[in-house]
């Protein structure tokens, strides 16, 4: 499965990555190899989690300048694996950067929130152990209950069991267009596989928008995710944080705020408050 699906860019496998040359040194900067710096995480993180590496994504932008990868490594929570985002460039659009998060691994999406972000770096000497620093300070993280990566694992599963149908989820797709999660390309993208999607959940419903965001630039597939996990974990946090209370169901004229359901019929609410969400047509 494709990690970026945008002009421009490709999938690589480690050898081809391992291949690319890297710029002169410019100034007092550092110029970090994409493999070498996806070798050190990924060791660093076997290390830590005594688990091997079980499968990983990777893909290059601007000539081979600007990558990003996705290490899945197994994890204790069912069908989800633990995901390690790595983002590099050698053009200096952006920051390295590192992040904690899930893999979905029935269907291949990733989510990663704000608080998984755990370094972001400019390319100076000091980098790796910096580096060492997070990625041990990542793993601490998850060993609590509590902290966002772990909740976020935890809940992927979870997110199965709230059923949501089709012509409800072309609605919250399009309120995530809308609220700026999705952009008009990613947003067709995402309403497609929805359509073409046998899983009608949440999960699912996060599976086509997150399809969705491959129509996007290497370096801000990370951001993206993040404010798509983000906003989406708005409308439901009682699925997608684990919170109680209340939820927000979406309509034409704003949001209904209701108390925690005791069913797993997102639908229902759906009917009962408000009319069936149709996206509006474009003029």
Known sequence: MLVLDTKGSRDVTREELQALESPAKDGRSIVVPHA???????????????FPLSHERLAIAAGGRRFFGVLTFPFEVGDVGLAVAVRNSHDQRTSLA?????????????????????????????LWSSLTEAIHAGMDALTSLDSPARRLLSRFPAMGGWVITETPGHGVLYHLRRDGALQAAQHKKAAEHWESLGDRSLRGLYSAAAHGLKRGPADEQLESLITLWETL?????????????SFLVLGKEGTTSLKAPAITELEDYYESVVPRIRPEKQG
């Open 36 to 50: 070498k710096l996806l070798d050190y995480v990924r060791e660093r993180v076997e290390h830590e989690t005594f």
């Open 98 to 126: 590192l992040a904690f998060g899930a893999e979905d691994l029935l269907r291949g999406t990733v989510a990663f929130t704000r608080d998984g972000v755990i370094c972001q770096h400019r390319h100076t000497p000091n």
């Open 233 to 245: 974990a708005g409308y439901f946090p009682f699925a997608m944080c684990g919170e109680q209370g």
